[in-house]
């Protein structure tokens, strides 16, 4: 794609993010009770692991430290697909049984981007805020410094990982094109799964490690880049390994996509 192409979308997602803001502000009582909702279920979950190392110095040889930066990964991953990305979710309700799919075949823009744009989740600032002072909380526990070069790096796993959540997404959105879902129920699943995504997925079983690595690939959105940064030397393939699974991942899901697009049929209504 070239560059004053690349100008032209982003000149249209500020506009539209514009409007949305504008939109949501006339409830501002909404925004504030979505975001203290979200911040308290991720406090929540912070004082569990903290209680949890009251009690013992390590999980399986994995320590508050490195524990808690894994979950900062996994929440600060997991914020941007929500803040940027959500509104996949409603593919099957609103665009496809709804009829509005039809309002965006009309339009002369990418249909995906379309459907990405139209939605901000802005309450996932909290969980985004949390993420990141939960890693640099970490950091400072674990005596972490990081390096310019080594600081892309990180922020380049951190945009991969979102994009791994954002296909596998994605593609079992797409299916609704093909499975009428009326609830969003597709995706829900992984939204319950990702919660493992979260911790060292060495403390599970084996057979849940080689799930979550390779057939529902989420411990590349936390586990395996997170590692790269806590000197883990037995994972840094993996880590590496993020970009292209991103890729992967993402590539599917369009494949997806594009395949659910040609069979589409308008609801009528």
């Not at 903290?50 to 991953?77: C, K, M, R, V």
């Not at 823009?109 to 970490?138: C, H």
């Not at 590349?220 to 993020?242: C, E, I, K, M, N």
Request: with cysteine; aromatic share 18%.
């Amino acid at each position: 794609m070239s560059m004053p192409r690349l100008f032209f979308y982003g000149k249209i997602y500020l506009r539209y993010f514009g409007q949305y803001f504008k939109g949501r502000l006339a409830y501002r009582a909404d925004i504030l009770i979505q975001m203290v909702f979200a911040l308290s279920t991720q406090i929540t979950s912070l004082v569990f692991i903290l209680i949890i190392f009251n009690h013992i110095p390590d999980i399986n040889g994995w320590s508050y430290g490195e524990i808690l930066f894994i979950y900062g990964f996994a929440q600060t991953s997991i914020a941007l697909f929500s803040m940027f990305f959500s509104n996949l979710i409603q593919l099957g309700r609103f665009y496809i049984l709804d009829g509005n799919f039809d309002r965006v075949l009309l339009r002369p823009l990418p249909l995906l981007f379309q459907i990405i744009i139209e939605r901000l989740d802005i309450g996932s600032f909290s969980t985004l805020a949390m993420g990141v002072g939960a890693l640099l909380y970490a950091a400072t526990k674990l005596n972490m410094s990081l390096s310019a070069f080594e600081c892309l790096i990180f922020f380049g796993l951190v945009l991969s990982a979102t994009l791994i959540f954002t296909g596998l997404v994605l593609i079992l959105v797409s299916l609704t094109f093909w499975i009428k879902d009326p609830t969003g129920a597709l995706a829900w699943p992984l939204m319950t799964v990702r919660e493992f995504a979260k911790y060292p997925i060495t403390i599970y079983s084996p057979a849940l490690q080689v799930f979550l690595s390779w057939i529902l690939p989420l411990a590349f959105t936390s586990f395996y880049p997170a590692t790269l940064f806590l000197g883990r030397q037995d994972y840094v393939l993996y880590a590496y390994l993020t970009p292209i699974i991103a890729l992967l991942t993402w590539g599917i899901g369009t494949l997806v996509w594009n395949l659910g697009v040609r069979r589409y049929e308008s609801s009528g209504s």
